[in-house]
């Protein structure tokens, strides 16, 4: 059975969305124009915490979960207009994750790296309509966008299953970790073959790419 943390304080955590999202608000320009790439996550606690107990952390819903994607929307808008100044071609893009909503972001890129998002996720020749009837009140804004279906997938590497006995802290680590990698395997999950690596793809959820014309 799954453990899960429960959310407590509901003022303290809207609080922390809000403190977040101003936070988040201004574009760095300079580092955007050094390093051609920058990212906004929802670094929101509890949402954005480690568990270190083994139980899983709940995803943020009803109010939470409002209040995270309108600081998404808020944080869109003010790196819109900023990066604008730049007279450039740029990449500017909302990934809105469903239901791990709280690895969603906000992430841009200009010059050599203004492609370098475009792989990121998993895009499924037969697209889906965004359910834009899921999102309440943030419909208008969020009908703004042009949204793209894609895959939200935990990954792991062929090397991870080749891994010897030695790489492991106990003899129960090495097997229960090559007897969830082989059931996996078995399941029929997407499978990225290359001639450097494999990778298996292991689908967790929806990821819908927000942009703008």
């Not at 500017?92 to 200009?110: F, M």
């Not at 042009?146 to 062929?158: C, I, K, M, R």
């Not at 003899?171 to 073959?193: A, C, H, L, M, N």
């Amino acid at each position: 059975m799954i453990k899960y943390h429960k959310t407590r304080g509901n003022k303290r955590i809207s609080k922390a969305i809000e403190d977040w999202k101003n936070h988040n608000l201004e574009l760095d320009l300079e580092y955007l124009k050094s390093t051609q790439r920058s990212y906004c996550k929802v670094w929101v606690s509890p949402f954005a915490n480690i568990s270190v107990i083994g139980s899983e952390i709940p995803s943020p819903k009803g109010q939470h979960r409002q209040e995270i994607i309108k600081g998404l929307l808020d944080i869109y808008n003010h790196w819109e207009q900023q990066i604008k100044t730049l007279n450039k071609p740029y990449y500017l893009a909302i990934w809105l994750l469903e239901p791990r909503l709280e690895k969603s972001q906000v992430v841009c890129a200009i010059d050599s790296m203004i492609d370098f998002y475009d792989v990121t996720f998993y895009k499924p020749k037969e697209q889906r309509e965004f359910p834009l009837q899921n999102y309440g009140k943030l419909q208008e804004q969020l009908q703004a966008f042009n949204w793209t279906y894609a895959l939200d997938e935990d990954h792991f590497f062929q090397s991870d299953v080749d891994l010897e006995e030695d790489n492991y802290t106990s003899k129960k680590d090495y097997f229960d970790s090559q007897k969830w990698y082989k059931r996996k395997i078995k399941e029929g999950i997407r499978t990225v073959p290359s001639n450097e690596y494999t990778f298996y793809a292991i689908r967790k959820g929806i990821a819908w790419i927000g942009t703008k014309n």
